[in-house]
């Protein structure tokens, strides 16, 4: 019965299985032969629950009354569940299953179902910038470690995405995180050919949706403030290859998309660092013109601060 689902199929149930979903149990005297398949949802997700009946294709159905995703019994979820359950009735992570856990549907659903895009905020009010720091959180705390830690070594070999643990005051006490920002956006970056079908969820699957939204929010209480994606690149130091090319570029009318492309950076680095070059152009415009009244002209280092300072833009 498993063989009889598509790829896509399948790493959306493994994943769906593993988050919000749950294989219902057969009790002793019941009527029923086979397990059937059982998911809860609260009604401001029911667009992403259509989103997975659709992928399903008659496998599950909705039941509005309930709010409950859900499927008819079956001998594909008989087979399945002592994958996913021990012999207490605890879930567990279906190690055997995880090899072919390896399109990008997988992390969407398993995101989608118990994930968090969580955001924090870092305000310069002397620079006047407020950075927004990304990372993606797994919400599994009801695996134990071990099951935990062999889903995180197969994300990591399967997808090239390096999560950490985190620590929860509930179930087993241990959820899954992302290490940094660019760990962040690349998990993000992974799933969205998938969740950019799903619209309803970009809240938490896209990083420009959220970004938009909180810089609106930011820019209502502090109108004078310029907001920032935090990121790893923001902060590398660019060379002087790199100034002069993005200077070049600025000047030809490329738009800061384009050079981001060009140079191999973030758009949002791009952005951070035009503006920070506009800021200092003013401080080193009389700077670097008293350097020229009194060096000569062939001074490399002063000749370079006047190239960036007094003709950039």
């Not at 924090?120 to 470690?145: A, D």
């Not at 390096?162 to 956006?185: W, Y």
């Not at 998938?194 to 502090?222: G, H």
């Not at 660019?238 to 758009?267: C, V, W």
Request: net charge positive; hydrophobic share 35%.
């Amino acid at each position: 019965m498993v063989n009889s689902l598509s790829a896509i199929q399948f790493n959306i149930l493994i994943a769906s299985i593993i988050g919000d979903g749950e294989i219902t149990k057969l009790y002793p005297k019941s009527r029923r032969k086979n397990n059937s398949y059982r998911e809860h949802y609260g009604i401001q997700q029911i667009e992403y629950r259509k989103w997975k009946e659709q992928i399903m294709d008659g496998l599950f159905y909705l039941t509005p009354k309930s709010n409950t995703l859900r499927s008819k019994s079956s001998q594909l979820f008989t087979e399945l569940y002592p994958l996913f359950y021990n012999a207490k009735g605890q879930k567990q992570i279906p190690v055997s299953l995880l090899p072919r856990c390896i399109l990008p549907h997988f992390l969407a659903a398993l995101y989608m179902d118990d994930g968090s895009l969580c955001i924090t905020s870092r305000i310069n009010h002397r620079k006047k910038i407020i950075y927004l720091t990304p990372q993606v959180y797994l919400y599994l705390q009801n695996y134990s470690f071990q099951d935990l830690t062999q889903l995180n070594n197969h994300i990591k070999v399967s997808y090239n995405i390096e999560l950490k643990f985190g620590h929860r005051n509930d179930g087993h006490g241990h959820i899954l995180r992302t290490i940094s920002v660019d760990q962040a956006l690349k998990y993000l970056h992974t799933i969205q050919p998938v969740a950019k079908s799903c619209p309803s969820m970009f809240y938490k699957t896209s990083w420009d949706f959220r970004l938009r939204k909180d810089t609106k929010k930011y820019n209502s209480l502090y109108p004078d403030y310029q907001v920032l994606s935090s990121n790893s690149s923001r902060s590398k130091a660019y060379d002087e290859i790199e100034l002069d090319k993005m200077i070049s570029l600025k000047k030809q009318g490329i738009t800061d998309n384009e050079i981001a492309d060009t140079i191999g950076r973030t758009y949002w680095s791009v952005v951070y660092k035009l503006s920070e070059l506009r800021k200092q152009k003013g401080k080193f415009n009389s700077l670097a013109f008293s350097c020229l009244l009194f060096s000569d002209f062939n001074d490399n280092a002063v000749w370079t601060i006047y190239q960036m300072y007094i003709f950039y833009l």
